[in-house]
C-alpha cells in the first residue's frame, strides 16, 4: 500500500522560503513520476512541479527560479524548496506518485496520479 503524507505547513511573509517534505512508503516500482500539486481557494489544482525515478524535473512557470523539487531516496522522501515566496503561491499543497513513468510532467493532470497525500498548508502574506 502506498502512503504520502505531507509536512511543512506554515505561514511566511513575502519574500521568505519554506521546505515541504513529503514521506513516501510503498512506492516499490523501479520507475515512478512523483510531483507537488497545489490548490488555492476557489480554484483548480495545479501542477507545480514533478520529479521522474530517472530524476528529470519539470516545472509550472510560475515557480521557474524560484522551487526546487528533490527526492531523497535513502530517506524515502519527496521535497519541494520554495523561495522568493509571493502571496500567489498561498495554498493547500499536495505530493502525488504514480507509477507510469512516461510524459511525467506538470502537464499531466491529477487525473493520471494514483496515490495522493492529505495535504498541507501554505500561506504566504504581504
Known amino acids: 500500500q502506498v502512503r504520502l503524507m505531507e509536512s511543512g505547513a506554515d505561514s511566511v511573509q513575502s519574500g521568505g522560503s519554506l521546505r515541504l517534505s513529503c514521506a513516501v512508503s510503498?512506492?516499490?516500482?523501479?520507475?515512478?513520476?512523483m510531483g507537488w500539486f497545489r490548490q488555492a481557494p476557489g480554484k483548480g489544482r495545479e501542477g507545480v512541479a514533478t520529479?521522474?525515478?530517472?530524476?528529470?524535473?519539470d516545472y509550472t512557470d510560475s515557480v521557474k527560479g524560484r522551487f526546487t523539487i528533490s527526492q531523497d531516496n535513502t530517506k524515502n522522501t519527496l521535497y519541494l524548496q520554495m523561495d522568493s515566496l509571493v502571496p500567489e503561491d498561498t495554498a493547500m499543497y499536495y505530493c502525488?506518485?504514480?507509477?507510469?513513468?512516461?510524459?511525467?510532467?506538470?502537464?499531466?493532470?491529477?487525473?493520471?496520479?494514483?496515490?495522493w497525500g492529505q495535504g498541507t498548508q501554505v500561506t504566504v502574506s504581504t
Open positions: 520529479i521522474d525515478s530517472h530524476g528529470s524535473t
Open positions: 510503498g512506492l516499490t516500482y523501479s520507475g515512478y513520476c
Open positions: 502525488a506518485a504514480d507509477p507510469a513513468l512516461l510524459f511525467c510532467g506538470v502537464y499531466r493532470g491529477e487525473d493520471h496520479f494514483a496515490f
